[in-house]
T-cell receptor
Framework: GDSVTQMEGPVTLSEEAFLTINCTYTATGYPSLFWYVQYPGEGLQLLLKATKADDKGSNKGFEATYRKETTSFHLEKGSVQVSDSAVYFCALKDTNAGKSTFGDGTTLTVKP | EAGVVQSPRYKIIEKKQPVAFWCNPISGHNTLYWYRQNLGQGPELLIRYENEEAVDDSQLPKDRFSAERLKGVDSTLKIQPAELGDSAVYLC?????????????FGPGTRLLVL
């Protein structure tokens, strides 16, 4: 079945540091890939997505590129802020619709 | 536009008691999902509806869990009887259509504690 593996946390960075959160997946078809973010006390919300190979999703300074050859969708940001502190979830949804599969989440804490 | 609404936000019950969660999806969204999220883990799908039809309930523990989506809008998820291991956050999400590229919009969740 489908699966998503995320870099284990927690991750602690200083403000303005570079962020990478690794995500790799296995899927039987050609899935769409997503990053969701969960801020403290809130529900999950979409951060960015990519629907086919080599697509780059971007939002709020975050980027991730759909790499079919390495089955990866790593999340990056050049300069993190304290307000980026949250839990980040990588997810996929296969082309035949069906269920979404989520990683276990990576907790990011940014210190001033 | 209102987001996905869930109630209650928190629920504490004793084991063997019944409990129900309610979800109102975003207006016009045909697809509705119920997930369970255990502490430190990602959401796991329990059931997926396309309008009023449950198109995937393979992960729903049918001996104690039930769900309905009457008229293809609101949905209710029920547990009877609850067990200690059911303590988790129950998330409802909706999307316009059940396509791979569609974004799911999540509600704030119901945090259940079974004592």
């Amino acid at each position: 079945g489908d699966s998503v593996t995320q870099m284990e946390g927690p991750v602690t960075l200083s403000e303005e540091a570079f962020l990478t959160i690794n995500c790799t997946y296995t899927a039987t078809g050609y899935p769409s890939l997503f990053w969701y973010v969960q801020y403290p006390g809130e529900g999950l919300q979409l951060l960015l997505k990519a629907t086919k190979a080599d697509d780059k999703g971007s939002n709020k300074g975050f980027e991730a590129t759909y790499r079919k050859e390495t089955t990866s969708f790593h999340l990056e940001k050049g300069s993190v802020q304290v307000s980026d502190s949250a839990v980040y979830f990588c997810a996929l949804k296969d082309t035949n619709a069906g269920k979404s599969t989520f990683g276990d989440g990576t907790t990011l804490t940014v210190k001033p | 536009e209102a987001g996905v609404v869930q109630s209650p936000r928190y629920k504490i019950i004793e084991k063997k008691q019944p409990v129900a969660f309610w979800c109102n999806p975003i207006s016009g969204h045909n697809t509705l999902y119920w997930y369970r999220q255990n502490l430190g883990q990602g959401p796991e799908l329990l059931i997926r509806y396309e309008n009023e039809e449950a198109v995937d309930d393979s992960q729903l523990p049918k001996d104690r869990f039930s769900a309905e989506r009457l008229k293809g809008v609101d949905s209710t998820l029920k547990i009877q009887p609850a067990e200690l291991g059911d303590s988790a956050v129950y998330l409802c999400a909706s999307s316009l259509e059940d396509l791979a590229q569609e974004t799911q919009y999540f509600g704030p969740g119901t945090r259940l504690l079974v004592l």
